[in-house]
C-alpha cells in the first residue's frame, strides 16, 4: 500500500514569532493558505491519503483547521507528543499505526515534487531508507551528505565540519521509511533526532540507505526571510519549471575549457580550477530554474590513469568549488570510454567505440530522460568542435567558447549557433540577450516570411552573426526554413589585402556573387558549398555542403553586406545593426585576447582600420529598412 504518510508538524515556530505571533508554525501562511496545507494537498494529489500529523505545540489550533480532512479528501490522524522525542522519537510512537513503506515530511518544508515517483523508486532499490538530497548553494554551512557512485549513502557530515568536505548534497528533509528497518536501530521512547541519530545508526548497522537526487522544488521556510523567498519563487513559476509536471530547459556544459581550467587531463582534485565567472554563470542557471549539467569525455579512466572513485573525488571537489560561489550543477555524466587500443595500463573493456563520447549523443541523450529535458528549449555550451557536433545531433542549440580549446581542436567542420567569448556572456545571451534581440526582430521577421535573400549589416562585433541566427530560430518556429551565411569565409588571405584600400577591398565579394546568384535564383534544391573564416589562424576553410531548399530564406551577414551595390539589388530586405561603442570595443578586446594577442600591440592597427573603414559602414544603414541596437 503506497498511501501513507507522516509529517512532523511539532515545531514552535520560534524564528517566525515576529511575524506569526503565537501561531504553531504548520499554520504559518504562505500565499494566503497554512504551510502545511500547501503539502496536505500535494499528499491528495498523489493519492496519499492517510495522513499522520505528527503534533506538539499548540496542537488545538491545528486540529481546528484540518480536523478529520475530509474537506481535503484526506483522512487525518494525529498523535500528539507530551514530551517532545525529537523527529525521529516521535515517529517511533506511531510506528504500529504505519504501513511497512511509508513517507515522511516536514511541515516547515515546501514541497512541489512527484510523491509517485519517489516512492517506486524506494521500492524499487529495495531499500530500508531513501533520503531526498538536493545540490546546495551553501555547503559550507549545510550538514553534508556523501554518496557513493551506486547511490547509496556512506556518511553525514553534520555543520560545523571540522574537515572540509568535498560534497555538495544536503538532506531535503523528505524521506520514505521501511518501518521494520527503524524498528531494529531505534528504542521507543527515548529522544532521538532523524538526520542526527537514525541516518548515523543505519549506516553503522548496515542498513540500506538510498540516495534521491531530484531537480524538484523543495524549500525549507523556518524563517520569514525564508517564508518570503519561497513566495517569490512560487509567482516567478520557479517551482513549476523544475516540476515533473512539464519538461525543463537545460543548460549541458562540457567541463574542461568551459567550466574549469583547460589544464590537459586532470587526474587529481588538487589540479582542478574553476574559471573565475564559472559560478557566479551557473548561479544565474539555477535561480533561472534552468538546469545545468555537464558532459564531459574522460578517456584517462580507460588509459587507466584515473579510477572511477578518482573521477569522483574529482567531481565531488568541482561541486564543492561551485557550492563556494553559490551554485551547483543538477548532473555531470561522463564518457569513460577511449576508441584507440593498444596503450599499456590501459583498461581493455573501456577501449571501445562507445555512443556516448562526444560528439556521440550517449551523454546527453541520458541525461535528458533522466531530468526530463526539452531539447528545443535546452542549450549545448563547449570550447571544441567535438562538444557543438554533439549538440548538433542531439538537437540543442549550440555556443561555442573562445575559452579552453576555442575551436581550435577542428576534429569536425561545423558551425555553432553562437559564438561568445566565455562562459558569461553565454549565460547572459541565453538569459536576456537573445530574448531582447528576439523582441526586436520579431515583427521584422512576420514581414520577411516571403522573402529569399536577407542582408544583415553592421560595423565588426556589433552583433550581426547573433541576429542572423535569432532570425534563422524565429524563422524556424514559423515553419521556414533559413540558412545563416557569414561573408566572413569570403575576407582575403592577409598578404592579399592593401592597407588602407577600403573595406570592400578585404573581401573576394566577386566571387561570393558568382556562388551566391545560381542558388538565389535556382527553383529545386540545391547543395552550398561556403567558406568559413578562422580567426585565429586568419584564414578561411570550405563547410561540409549544405542543402537549400527553393523556398528557404538566406541570412546574409557581414560587415558589408549593405555596402556592395550587387547584393543589395538582389535582397529582398535588409537589416543594419548598431552597437554601443563601449560594448563593442569589450567585444573587439575579447576578441584578440582570445588569439593570444595583447591589446597594446594591436591597438594602432584597430585605430587605423576604424577610422578607415567605419564611415563608409556607418553610411550603409542609409539602406535598410530596420536599424536595430544589439
Ligand atoms: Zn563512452
Known sequence: MRNQVAILAGGMGTRLKARTGDIPKPLAPLLGIPVLEHLVILCAHHGYKKIMLLTHYRHDLIYQYFGDGHKWDVEISYSIEKEPLGTAGALCEVLPMMNENFLVLYADTYVDINLNSLFTAHLNLNADATVVLHPNDHPHDSDLVKVNPDGDIVAIYPYPHAIEISSNLVNAALYVFNRECIKTVLRRGVKADLAKDLFPRMISSGCKLKSYITPEYIKDMGTPVRIDQVERDILDGL???????????????????????????????????????????????????????????????????????????????????????????????????????GFSGEVKSLKINCSCRKPNAGMIDRAVADLSIERSQSWMIGDMTSDIKAGKISGLKTILLQTGYAGEDRKYKIQPDYFMPDLTSAVNWILEGRKKMASQLISFVSESMNTRLVLIGGLARAGKSCAAMVMAEIFNVSGRNAHVLSIDGWLKPVES??????????????????????????????????????????????????????????????????????????????????????????????????????????WDRITSREGDENPGVIDSAQYASLVIVS
Request: net charge negative; with cysteine; proline share 5%.
Open 239 to 341: 517551482p513549476e519549471r523544475l516540476s515533473s509536471r512539464v519538461l525543463r530547459e537545460a543548460v549541458f556544459l562540457d567541463r574542461d575549457g568551459t567550466l574549469t581550467q583547460e589544464l590537459g587531463y586532470v587526474t587529481n582534485p588538487k589540479n582542478l580550477e574553476l574559471y573565475a565567472d564559472s559560478s557566479e554563470a551557473i548561479r544565474k542557471l539555477n535561480k533561472a530554474g534552468m538546469l545545468a549539467v555537464c558532459v564531459t569525455n574522460q578517456p584517462v579512466i580507460a588509459r587507466g590513469e584515473l579510477t572511477e572513485h578518482g573521477l569522483n573525488e574529482i567531481h565531488n571537489k568541482l561541486n564543492s568549488l561551485l557550492g563556494q560561489g553559490g551554485a551547483y550543477l543538477d548532473g555531470i555524466y561522463f564518457c569513460p570510454h577511449h576508441p584507440d587500443s
Open 497 to 602: 589585402r592593401i592597407e588602407g584600400a577600403g573595406v570592400l577591398d578585404r573581401y573576394n565579394l566577386d566571387d561570393l556573387c558568382e556562388r551566391l546568384y545560381p542558388i538565389i535564383k535556382s527553383k529545386k534544391r540545391v547543395s552550398l558549398e561556403w567558406p568559413i573564416y578562422d580567426r585565429k589562424s586568419r584564414s578561411s576553410c570550405w563547410m561540409d555542403p549544405i542543402s537549400i531548399g527553393p523556398q528557404d530564406i538566406i541570412l546574409l551577414e557581414g560587415v558589408p553586406a549593405l555596402m556592395d551595390v550587387r547584393l543589395r539589388e538582389i535582397a529582398d530586405t535588409k537589416l543594419f545593426i548598431n552597437v554601443d561603442m563601449g560594448e563593442r570595443l569589450k567585444r573587439i578586446e575579447a576578441d584578440y585576447k582570445s588569439r593570444g594577442e595583447c591589446m597594446e600591440a594591436v
